[in-house]
């Protein structure tokens, strides 16, 4: 789904990229917890499965495999956002070990669980829209990307057919096909509503991101402008995050945290046959593309983060060269992507 252990063979054993991963799979991993929303403990487990599936040896299947095992029920306590967050890493490293051909007993338990997790209320409201499933149906900022991100691996690992096309056709949505899946911008949604299209511009709303706001999207169209500047690939219900729409823009993290869930999410359509990177005129680039111009032009206002494990992601796809740092930083959702998708792999 992420990345076959055919793949993972011809990946070199040597120089910093590696280096890391093998570090952080033979370190401690901690104590499982989903429920804490910046546990990196999903993000070390797949360094080890990704060791695993590398060299073969039998002690990081092991190490894996507990490690996924003790993640089952830890969401107990926490936000439908920390679900989406740190899901993800498991059900890939759990295909990478090939977890059921290891420990059916264990991988069954997971795999019952990982059908359940994925409607499970979380959070204050405990309703229906606060579920991995909701948030992604419902929302279109970062927290909706990254459930969306865990959702589509968890279609994938259960072959869920139905809800993988389903995951997709919101995401086509999301990136501007309203005839897949609609976009609103209306303030007022109660649980009632999920399902019945995403909701842009927060409770108050605010549209002013929008290139249109009669027509919100989660990457504006190409071309788009406003106030005689270029909004070509901003994502407006997280750009909103910083404040209204000005220019300079006010700063914020979150059209990159945005970035992270929608891309990794798009790797996982990828591979099942879904044109994603193409869609909207190649929208997840141009998006891309929006923040390295913000940082030319704002170079004070830290708006591209070269150690983001995602852009390695966008830069393998797309053949592009934005400028990226192997580092040990660790993503929200997934990492070591300096190792899986480094420009020597194509």
């Not at 936000?79 to 967050?85: D, E, F, G, I």
């Not at 959070?123 to 579920?131: I, N, Y």
């Not at 691996?153 to 259960?158: D, E, G, R, T």
């Not at 402008?225 to 995050?241: E, V, Y």
């Amino acid at each position: 789904m992420w990345i076959s252990q055919a793949e993972v063979k011809q990946l070199p054993m040597q120089g910093t990229a590696w280096e890391n991963v093998l570090a952080a799979a033979d370190g401690d991993l901690g104590a499982p917890k989903i429920s804490d929303q910046n546990s990196n403990h999903d993000v070390n487990t797949l360094a080890v499965a990704l060791v695993y599936a590398r060299t073969g040896d039998r002690q990081y299947r092991e190490k894996a495999a507990d490690a996924i095992s003790s993640a089952v029920g830890t969401e107990h306590g926490g936000t439908a956002l920390a679900l989406a967050r740190n899901l993800l890493s498991y059900v890939i490293a759990a295909e990478l070990i090939d977890f059921k051909a290891y420990d059916r007993a264990r991988e069954s338990r997971f795999r019952s669980w990982l059908m359940k997790v994925r409607n499970e209320p979380l959070g204050s409201k405990a309703v229906s829209d606060q579920t991995l499933i909701g948030s992604h149906e419902r929302g279109a900022t970062n927290g909706s990307g990254m459930a969306g991100a865990s959702r589509v691996a968890a279609a994938v690992y259960l072959h869920d057919e139905r809800d993988l096309a389903r995951a997709a056709l919101v995401m086509k949505g999301w990136l501007g096909d309203h005839s897949a899946y609609p976009g609103i911008p209306a303030p007022d949604f109660g649980p009632e509503d999920v399902g019945q299209g995403l909701r842009f511009g927060g409770s108050k709303p605010d549209l002013s991101w929008q290139a249109d706001p009669s027509a919100p999207v989660g990457v504006n169209p190409k071309g788009a402008k406003k106030g005689g500047h270029s909004i070509d690939g901003a994502l407006p219900d997280d750009m909103r995050r910083g404040g209204p729409f000005r220019w300079p823009p006010a700063y914020t993290q979150y059209a990159r945290e945005a970035l992270s869930g929608y891309v990794a999410m798009a790797e996982l359509l990828d591979r099942q046959g879904y044109d994603v990177y193409g869609w909207s005129d190649r929208a997840l680039l141009r998006a891309t593309r929006f923040l390295w111009r913000l940082d030319r032009a704002f170079p004070n206002q830290n708006w591209w983060e070269p150690e983001v494990p995602i852009y390695w992601v966008v830069n393998y796809r797309y053949h592009s060269s934005f400028p990226v740092a192997v580092t040990t930083a660790l993503g929200r959702n997934v990492g070591w992507t300096s190792w899986t998708h480094s420009p020597e792999r194509r």
